[in-house]
């Protein structure tokens, strides 16, 4: 019913920039909180930046200052925008979003929120 399609990794120098976007499709009602996570090799996913539907944002501490994280509502869609990228920064990165959907069975209306993950998208920065 919902899908989060990723684009926008790939193979970056150190030093050099990348941006990141994540469509959401499907039967949404509603999108509540969006956030990319990382998942590096022998590691455990974790948490890169996050965002709200009022646009608060917070970040894991690695990328203060060099990631942001911002969504277009109107799209569905949010993004990462990842400057002076480091070989630490290499990952298999997901979108994240919390997603409310409507469904109508006989004559109701049936909210659902739910949580979706894209298929992630590897970024890959060389030294």
């Known amino acids: 019913q919902v899908q989060l399609v990723e684009s926008g990794g790939g193979l970056v120098q150190a030093g050099g920039s990348l941006r990141l976007s994540c469509a959401a499709s499907?039967?949404?009602?509603?999108?509540?909180?969006m956030g990319w996570y990382r998942q590096a090799p022998g590691k455990h996913r974790e948490l890169v930046a996050a965002?709200?539907?009022?646009?608060?944002?917070n970040y894991e501490d690695s990328v203060k200052g060099r990631f942001t994280i911002s969504r277009d509502n109107a799209k569905n869609t949010v993004y990462l925008q990842m400057n002076s990228l480091k070989p630490e920064d290499t990952a298999v990165y997901y979108c994240?979003?919390?997603?409310?959907?409507?469904?109508?069975?006989?004559?109701?209306?049936?909210?659902?929120?739910?949580?979706?993950w894209g298929q992630g998208t590897q970024v890959t920065v060389s030294s």
């Open positions: 994240n979003a919390r997603i409310t959907t409507r469904q109508t069975v006989g004559v109701m209306d049936v909210l659902r929120q739910n949580e979706y």
């Open positions: 499907g039967s949404i009602f509603s999108i509540n909180a």
């Open positions: 965002i709200t539907s009022g646009s608060t944002t």
